[in-house]
């Protein structure tokens, strides 16, 4: 990250001597050619005023123009744009000058610039025509390097400038960068000090969002290795079981009479080992984030009255009473999640109820929500105990849980099924009252 700053510091620095350069040198070259053109306008006057050129009868070769013209051309046209002087080259030898466009201008306006550009020569010709009084048109002329002379001449000073600054802003963006990421190092070393503070305040939101996300991410690795820990001691269970009556029954060390119990043990713990499975295959596609689910509208009561057959049947094993109230409710949902939703629910409150008991699920509107009620007179979970019940392999009563054949991932899918429908979830209960749970739509 450091080199990434240091490298884009530089680059915005060279950008900038180069747009720099380029643009002072445009500034400075227009302004050498406003010079330049002045120049050549006194240049002009100066020479009218001298009186050679007042009469076309003049013996030109009494024109005695100072050395210090030298780098001055000067030219006299007559009306009809023949030359009749030039300081340069032979009048005689020179073309007719009247469709230069500052002489065409000099006759009209009375004065006029032109500017021709000599690629070969890499050179600028600048050209000032002065009307006379006698009409004839004097024309002064001088050669200057273009832009582009002037930008390559400058290039080994700009290269040199160039080198300088780079090495400059490659030792203060090395300092600035340091400075800027001492910081959030900092920060990164206290993450887990909630009460650390950022010594600038625009760091305090990117510091409580790594703060949060350091903590999750701390608690989901704790969470993965208490499942994989719980995952492996609850499949060692029925494991271990199986194994071991097979091994006496393959040994030959269980009598006739008791064959028939370790057969139905074998088979009671295959059951648990495979709701085991099928239940954490569950959770682990409810934890897939790309699973696509139809939704459509569905009737809550009639998802619940579909599901009462199975747990009248499971209440009526365990003595206890189930019964449905309520009235047609339409949700937005999927029906076999909701279905699953209300078979853990029931199965929960059989499960950790008591005998005689009585299990009763409502479907109604509360407030303008459509309610899923599932209640209650069983066991009850402590006040301490209640914000832990959603957990996955967590159980009130692990013995209950157990001998009834719970695998402790019911209400971990509940809790999942919840969250993918957006509803809520409400949980009254109290020791040897029972248990009510409320999911809202």
Not at 67 to 88: A, F, P
Request: charged share 25%; glycine share 6%.
């Amino acid at each position: 990250m450091k080199i990434r700053i240091n490298i884009r510091l530089v680059g915005i620095a060279i950008l900038a001597i180069i747009a720099t350069v380029i643009g002072i040198t445009i500034i400075y070259y227009n302004l050498f050619e406003g010079q330049v053109r002045s120049d050549l306008s006194v240049s002009a006057k100066l020479l009218k005023d001298t009186k050679y050129f007042e009469t076309v009868d003049i013996d030109v070769d009494q024109i005695d123009l100072s050395t210090d013209l030298d780098e001055l051309r000067v030219t006299w046209i007559d009306k009809d744009g023949t030359v009749l002087y030039d300081n340069d080259a032979s009048a005689e030898l020179l073309q007719n000058h009247f469709d230069r466009p500052e002489i065409q201008a000099a006759f009209e306006q009375g004065e006029g610039e032109a500017v021709r550009r000599s690629d070969t020569m890499n050179e600028d010709t600048f050209y000032y025509a002065l009307r006379l009084d006698n009409g004839t048109v004097l024309r002064v002329a001088t050669n200057a390097q273009s832009i582009w002379a002037v930008f390559i001449s400058a290039i080994p000073i700009i290269l040199l400038i160039i080198l300088l600054i780079i090495s400059i802003c490659i030792a203060i963006s090395h300092l600035l960068t340091k400075q800027f990421l001492k910081p959030i190092e900092i920060m990164a070393e206290n993450l887990e000090n909630a009460d650390y503070e950022s010594p600038y305040r625009e760091l305090d939101p990117l510091a409580e969002m790594l703060r949060t996300q350091h903590t999750d991410i701390l608690s989901a690795a704790k969470a993965r290795q208490d499942f994989t820990a719980n995952v492996s001691h609850e499949l060692m269970t029925p494991l271990t079981a199986i194994s071991g009556y097979a091994e006496l029954l393959e040994g030959g060390m269980v009598g006739a009479e008791k064959q028939n119990h370790f057969y139905q043990e074998i088979r009671k713990n295959a059951d648990r080992l495979l709701a085991l499975i099928n239940d954490i295959l569950r959770l682990s596609d409810l934890d897939r984030k790309d699973s696509e689910l139809h939704f459509t509208e569905v009737d809550l009561y009639e998802t619940v009255s579909e599901c009462m057959e199975v747990l009248s049947v499971n209440a009526k094993q365990r003595n206890v009473t189930i019964e449905l109230e309520g009235k047609t409710s339409i949700v937005c949902g999927n029906k076999d999640m909701l279905k699953e939703l209300v078979e853990n629910l029931g199965q929960n409150a059989i499960r950790y109820n008591n005998p005689n008991g009585k299990v009763k699920i409502s479907v109604g509107t509360i407030d303008g929500q459509v309610a899923l009620i599932v209640k209650d007179n069983g066991i009850g979970i402590p006040a301490s105990e209640q914000q832990r019940i959603f957990e996955r392999f967590y159980r009130v009563d692990k013995s209950r849980s157990k001998a009834t054949g719970g695998t402790g991932l019911g209400l971990a899918i509940v809790k999942h099924i919840v969250e993918i429908h957006d509803a809520k979830i409400e949980l009254d209960s109290a020791p040897g009252v029972g248990t009510t749970i409320s999911v809202l739509f």
